[in-house]
């Protein structure tokens, strides 16, 4: 009797040992899962209190950290996060520019812990900055470029409602949204960032540079240099691979539409940025943007928060480009023969 019962514990704690493993093995996924700021496609309704006063007079070469605390709610719970923040950004943080900087975001692991937040030390946060339906487009551009890699930046819309703690300015609500920290997607894609000078475009990843200089043709924008790293961090997913250009800051797409870059926003104003590409090169790229073309749509006409006159603009200046990429002709015409010999 007693052998059996020895028996029995002995095979109740081994049991007990396998469970205490599989559930270790498998913790990462777990506490991951369901949990990350970037999980949710939905808004974050936000509450930021800081000194806005003192933050928006703070936009310098050299600017301060301010005390800052986030507040939201979370299964019907409210949580409320210690934080500092600062302006950041270049063309947006003049005030002549924009009455709101863009803003980083810092939160200490002690005040992450249990939330949203808690794989996010640091944050980029877009903010308002005239109109509101430029930070909405913006926000749809990484939506889009997400439909082609996964080698993108992660961006979580918000409703952020902005409380002054001395009392001074009246709360005001904006949408904005944060974006994935570069060492974060890096740690994503199980590589690193790249932070080694580059001087040629051949030592960069072919397929996902092609798919860059696409994507901003279609999109609109020339504000961006790979080598130059201007709006283009580099990542290399494995050791031995290529680094892969990841874009971001597209608020000078045509597609946006922003008023303060003052910039021509017509279809036609398109360039594939001194890239040459042959006839079979832009047939591999234009299958994959052909691919997403119906998903482009579905996501403007059911995004709401936008306006019907701007989605249909956005959706409009899609399919100029879309027009083009579908007939062999007309790439020829736009893409390649401007382009000279060089792609082909």
């Not at 209190?49 to 310098?60: A, C, F, N, P, T």
Request: hydrophobic share 35%.
């Amino acid at each position: 009797m007693i052998a059996l019962s020895k028996l029995f514990i002995d095979q109740v704690m081994k049991a007990q040992i396998l469970l205490v493993a599989l559930i270790l093995a498998l913790s990462p996924f777990i506490s991951y899962s369901q949990t990350d700021l970037f999980d949710d496609t939905t808004a974050l309704k936000l509450t930021i209190l800081s000194d806005w006063d003192s933050l928006l007079h703070d936009r310098g070469d050299s600017v301060s950290l301010h005390k800052a605390r986030l507040n939201y709610q979370k299964d019907g719970e409210r949580k409320s996060i210690r934080a500092k923040i600062r302006s950041r950004g270049n063309f947006r943080k003049n005030p002549a520019v924009c009455t709101f900087p863009p803003i980083k975001v810092y939160i200490d692991k002690e005040y992450r812990k249990g939330t949203l937040f808690a794989k996010h030390k640091a944050l980029k946060l877009v903010c308002h900055c005239r109109e509101e339906s430029a930070i909405l487009q913006e926000y749809l551009l990484y939506k889009v470029y997400q439909m082609l890699t996964p080698y993108s930046f992660s961006v979580r819309l918000a409703e952020i409602t902005y409380v002054d703690l001395k009392g001074t300015r009246p709360p005001e609500k904006h949408y904005g949204f944060f974006i994935e920290d570069d060492k974060r997607v890096a740690k994503r894609m199980g590589g690193k960032r790249f932070d080694d000078p580059i001087t040629r475009l051949d030592s960069i990843d072919k397929d996902q540079l092609h798919l860059v200089h696409a994507f901003m043709y279609m999109s609109g924008n020339m504000d961006w240099n790979v080598l130059m790293r201007k709006n283009v961090k580099l990542i290399t997913p494995q050791k031995g691979q290529l680094p892969l250009p990841v874009p971001y800051d597209f608020d000078w797409s045509g597609v946006v539409n922003a008023s303060y870059t003052g910039i021509d926003q017509t279809f036609e104003r398109r360039d594939m940025h001194g890239l040459c590409l042959s006839m079979e090169e832009w047939k591999n790229l234009s299958a994959k943007f052909l691919a997403i073309e119906d998903e482009v749509k579905d996501l403007y006409k059911g995004f709401y928060r936008l306006d019907l006159e701007e989605r249909t603009r956005a959706i409009q200046y899609y399919k100029y480009f879309f027009k083009i990429i579908s007939k062999e002709s007309k790439i020829q015409q736009r893409l390649i023969d401007p382009c000279g010999s060089e792609g082909e």
